[in-house]
T-cell receptor
Framework: DSGVTQTPKHLITATGQRVTLRCSPR?????VYWYQQSLDQGLQFLIQ???????AKGNILERFSAQQFPDLHSELNLSSLELGDSALYFC?????????????FGPGTRLTVT | EDQVTQSPEALRLQEGESSSLNCSYT??????LFWYRQDPGKGPEFLFT???AGEEKEKERLKATLTKKESFLHITAPKPEDSATYLC??????????????FGKGTKLTVNP
């Protein structure tokens, strides 16, 4: 158990809908990262927040957005969902936001878009 | 473009049969290289961080090494519980000056009893 929690574990929704994925980092960690993992693409970095502010952006679509709240939990919002958005979404956390830092991953949310 | 390539894609071993997994990378500003283990349907589990060429790290039956262009994960006398997908990632500096992890697609290891 990494100490990172994610809810829900599974989510099934229809195309065009909007969903919110939630992540709580390990105690003491200030940085949160979001990743998408699909069978053909592997783990793709989406976005990073550090202490409430956006720190780095990866291959995140405009339909997706994220935020980190004062209590350091984070939410990833996915809107206008398409079939291709079906994937595992992971959250990771680390102590700091810069330097060489180990990231600890949560158990993931499996999103199925029908 | 930063790239991480892992080989082989899949590897089947008999229990006790040692082998190595490869991770080759092309990155402009390597800050560190990480190995993770991932079981089906679960999040990646951190194994090692390597910072510079020549460095080695060990944990039970696993040993990770790093050269200037690749890293190896050596598995000595594996057991069935070592079966998992092993992911390699490099921490690189983006054009904007921020840092991100770039992952390879992984090597799926199966150890038969």
């Amino acid at each position: 158990d990494s100490g990172v929690t994610q809810t829900p574990k599974h989510l099934i929704t229809a195309t065009g809908q909007r969903v919110t994925l939630r992540c709580s980092p390990r105690s003491g960690d200030l940085s949160v990262y979001w990743y998408q993992q699909s069978l053909d693409q592997g783990l793709q970095f989406l976005i990073q927040y550090y202490n409430g502010e956006e720190r780095a952006k990866g291959n995140i679509l405009e339909r997706f957005s994220a935020q980190q709240f004062p209590d350091l939990h984070s939410e990833l919002n996915l809107s206008s969902l398409e079939l291709g958005d079906s994937a595992l979404y992971f959250c990771a956390s680390s102590e700091t936001g810069t330097g060489v830092v180990e990231q600890y991953f949560g158990p993931g949310t499996r999103l199925t878009v029908t | 473009e930063d790239q991480v390539t892992q080989s082989p894609e899949a590897l089947r071993l008999q229990e006790g049969e040692s082998s190595s997994l490869n991770c080759s990378y092309t990155v402009s500003g390597l800050r560190g290289l990480f190995w993770y283990r991932q079981d089906p349907g679960k999040g990646p589990e951190f194994l090692f961080t390597l910072y510079s060429a020549g460095e080695e790290k060990e944990k039970e039956r696993l040993k990770a090494t790093l050269t200037k262009k690749e890293s190896f994960l050596h598995i000595t006398a594996p057991k069935p519980e070592d079966s998992a997908t092993y992911l390699c990632a490099v921490q690189a500096v983006t054009q904007g000056g921020s840092e991100k992890l770039v992952f390879g697609k992984g090597t799926k290891l199966t150890v038969n009893p």
